[in-house]
């Protein structure tokens, strides 16, 4: 039985293995071609052709979209870039009025929250619009407008965000930030997923090999499933993920309606299908990679006194086979340190997704956002037209009804702190990427999906934070203090300087800012940032009050 089970481990993990790629931490947009200086010496595109001032032509294109003939042989087989826009590309974390990060180690001795944004090579799944919005007509042609900005694949870009919160050290948050986009792109090629964008003709085309796209989607998502029973067991020996439709399927008729409330559709290759293989994928590389170690103890030689690995006759800790992708030559760079790693990190990532090349900041371009969660790092939306915090994920504690209910079959204990929080092997989060020896009794990785359709200006801003900040500040009161600055990069600066400073557990605190269609309208709804000012002027009086706090 373990020689079947390592056998198709070993099939899962070679299948796993791809070459990584450095993350784009950029975007592609389009600004006018007058802001360009007028001496560029770029000899791309029509309009660099390097012509002597006499023999030069006034600038046209003609009904085939090519250069005047009069042009060199190089610039006529250029690629054409329409006279009105030129394709350029601006860092990201450079983009102070379009996002911001910040983060702070608090009181403790060393930062363990980590954060990602860039895009990331992914179909689109924003919804379609309506034809007469994407298109417009000129002639008898129907032409797609700021086609100057769309992708190498014909999509508008997906940009994607997210906060990991490390615990017990950072090597966890660190594999989350460096390759959990490779394993979110490298899911939606394994299971061949499709554009929402794709026009009618090609959607047709595609049809003709569904079946067989179905069918290799459901069959990996059975694979991944039964590693995951062979090689931890316990509680994922009955684990059904929510949109693993194979699982979902043959589990039908022994459940109620309710049960499988929240699978948005059958397609094995939806966007909640690759987000859950790729966070359940990555997590079993992890623990696998870690199992493999020799424990940090100074008894690591001695067999009694030594930390055993999970499952120590099982196919997770044996000592000549190795994990997926730790010591793979094509990615050259192990998971985590020399030494077992045995803590973990939660992680929260937004992905955003638009229906056309107009940039999801654009006050009138709408978009999609897909999140996807294990933790307590959060996700706020900030409404526009009352200025409410809109909370796209829920903190996975033991004290979280779903979530208790979840474990009670299999954890030991549920404990209580001297803080009155309910804690599971000392865990204080249900969900979590790594910390090893929970795994068996359902600490899994299994993320939290929500997708939120926004209509132009419907939201102001997206925020994410780590628990250093929202276990100090409630959601109004972080969305209330971005309100306040003029710019996402100073929002973030200031949520994470108002947590450090009225904090009292003095934890890592990390912020993210991402500005919306409605940014400009951020302190229209609701009166403002009013609302918290009065409690927020209170936590920083006793703050700096020194007789206000227990010693």
């Known amino acids: ?165 490390g615990h017990g050290g950072e090597e966890c948050s660190n594999f989350l930030r460096d390759r959990l986009h490779g394993y979110i792109e490298d899911s939606a090629n394994k299971f061949r997923m499709q554009s929402n964008l794709q026009s009618a003709e090609s959607s047709t085309s595609e049809n003709k090999g569904q079946e067989q796209r179905q069918a290799d989607g459901l069959e990996l998502q059975k694979l991944l499933v039964n590693t995951w029973k062979d090689t931890v067991g316990g509680y994922f020996k009955r684990f059904r993920p929510e949109y693993f439709t194979a699982l979902q399927r043959s589990t039908a008729s022994t459940k109620t309606s309710s049960s499988v409330v929240g699978t948005s559709s059958d397609d094995s290759s939806s966007v909640e299908a690759v987000l859950t293989y790729a966070f359940l994928h990555a997590d079993l590389d992890f623990v696998k990679a870690q199992a493999q170690k020799h424990s ?26 190795p994990a997926s992708q730790n010591l793979t030559k094509l990615l050259q760079m192990p998971i985590g340190g020399k030494e077992r790693f045995k803590g973990g990190s939660t992680a929260s990532i937004a992905l955003v997704s638009t229906p056309t090349s107009t940039p999801f900041w654009h006050p009138a371009s709408p978009s999609t956002i897909v999140t996807a969660h294990v933790g307590d790092t959060r996700i706020l939306l900030c409404r526009v037209n009352d200025g409410q915090a809109t909370s796209m994920t829920s903190n996975h504690h033991p004290s979280t009804p779903v979530e208790a209910t979840r474990l009670r079959r299999y954890a030991a204990t549920f404990v209580t702190d001297s803080f009155g929080e309910e804690r599971v092997l000392g865990l204080a989060n249900t969900r979590a990427f790594g910390d ?116």
């Open 1 to 165: 039985m373990r020689s079947v089970a390592w056998r198709n481990c070993g099939q899962f993990s070679r299948s796993a293995v791809t070459p990584r790629r450095s993350f784009h931490d950029y975007f592609v947009t389009h600004l006018p071609s007058s802001s360009l200086h007028p001496d560029s010496r770029s000899t791309a595109g029509p309009n660099h052709h390097k012509l002597p001032r006499a023999a030069s032509t006034p600038h046209d294109v003609n009904a085939e979209g090519r250069s005047p003939t009069t042009l060199p042989p190089s610039a006529a087989q250029a690629p054409v870039v329409s006279r009105e826009t030129t394709v350029v590309r601006i860092p990201l974390k450079s983009a102070k009025h379009h996002y911001g990060a910040s983060t702070d180690r608090g009181g403790r001795p060393y930062n363990e929250d980590k954060y990602q944004a860039g895009t990331i090579a992914l179909p689109a799944f924003a919804a379609r619009q309506p034809m007469s919005i994407s298109r417009r007509q000129i002639g008898n042609a129907a032409e797609r407008e700021n086609r100057g900005a769309d992708s190498a694949s014909g999509d508008p870009q997906v940009f994607y965000f997210g906060v990991f919160d």
């Open 296 to 321: 940090p103890s100074s008894t690591a030689d001695d067999p009694v006194l030594d930390d055993k690995p999970l499952n120590e006759n099982d196919v997770l800790s044996h000592p000549t086979k």
């Open 436 to 551: 090893i020896a929970s795994k068996r009794i359902g600490v899994s990785a299994e993320p939290e999906i929500t997708t939120v359709q926004v209509s132009p200006s419907e939201y102001s801003f997206v925020v994410l934070v780590s628990d250093g900040v929202s276990g100090t500040l409630s959601d109004q009161e972080i969305v209330d203090i971005v309100k306040e600055a003029r710019t996402p990069e100073q929002a973030t600066k200031d949520v994470v300087k108002f947590a450090t400073e009225v904090s009292e557990e003095g934890d890592n605190a990390t912020c993210l800012v991402v500005r919306l269609g409605g940014w400009e309208r951020r302190s229209e709804g609701g009166g403002g940032s009013i609302g918290t000012k009065e409690m927020r002027d209170f936590k920083r009086r006793e703050a700096e009050n020194p007789r206000s706090r227990r010693q």
